[in-house]
């Protein structure tokens, strides 16, 4: 157990949050391993069980900062296109085309759209989070409209027969969610990755074969 040594004034909550970070065994493998965030083990699991990311894929990562997920997607889908989106800047990772701005803003929608040049994406991944008030049903609400969102960039660039990966939070409305993308997708299921703290709420909602019901966006 690593404990912290320095005599810099800290909260409690901020010592707490340091020395889980210091003894955390993926952070200390994502630093080994040369990955940018601890979630890039998630990815890596999520793959592992649904075989989602292939060689020529377009993919896109919305909330891809620092980058951590975009590392694992350039590994995989050689010879492809991958494109980042966040908030906030990201370094350089690989050949990825990276977008600044918030996902839900059709500005952003429309500059990856001309990116893409009339091709449409394969797979869409949501690591996006809104930043936690701490109380559960008002962070579980915000992530269900972050998921609503994300579901309707996929009705704009997602190809029939395409997949989504998307965060939500366990406390109450991912059922909702469950339902709503049911409805788009053949296959839906939530899956929580052994590399992801068990004591977050956080869990991934995969949803397999987009249905053939959204109208191109590129014509
Ligand atoms: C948990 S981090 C993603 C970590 C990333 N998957 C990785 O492996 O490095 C969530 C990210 O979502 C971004 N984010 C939140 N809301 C967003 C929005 N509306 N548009 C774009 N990015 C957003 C945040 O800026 C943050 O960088």
């Given at each position: 157990m690593i404990s912290l040594k320095s005599k810099k004034k800290r909260s409690n909550s901020s010592r707490a949050w340091l020395t889980r970070q210091l003894n955390d065994p993926y952070v200390i493998k994502a630093k080994e391993d040369g990955y940018?965030?601890?979630?890039a083990y998630k990815l890596k699991e999520i793959d592992k069980k649904f075989k989602l990311l292939k060689p020529g894929q377009v993919v896109v990562d919305l909330?891809?900062?620092?980058?951590g997920w975009l590392q694992v997607v350039t590994e995989r889908v050689i010879g492809g296109a991958v494109f980042g989106v966040d908030l906030q800047e990201v370094a350089p990772v690989g050949d990825v085309a990276f977008l600044q701005g918030d996902f839900t803003d059709q500005r952003v929608v429309d500059s990856l759209l001309e990116q893409l040049n009339g091709r449409l994406v394969d797979v869409v991944l949501s690591d996006v989070a809104a930043a936690?008030?701490?109380i559960p049903a008002v962070d579980s609400l915000r992530i269900t409209v972050l998921v609503q969102h994300v579901a309707e960039f996929c009705d704009q660039?997602?190809?029939?027969g395409g997949s989504l990966v998307a965060k939500v939070l366990r406390g109450g409305t991912e059922k909702e969610i469950l339902v709503g993308l049911k409805r788009k997708f053949s296959k839906v299921v939530h899956f929580k990755p052994?590399?992801?703290?068990?004591?977050?709420a956080e869990m991934f909602v995969i949803a397999l074969g987009r249905k053939n019901t959204q109208t191109d966006p590129h014509k």
């Open positions: 940018r965030s601890r979630s909330g891809c900062a620092p980058g936690a008030c701490g660039v997602l190809r029939p052994e590399s992801s703290r068990s004591d977050s």
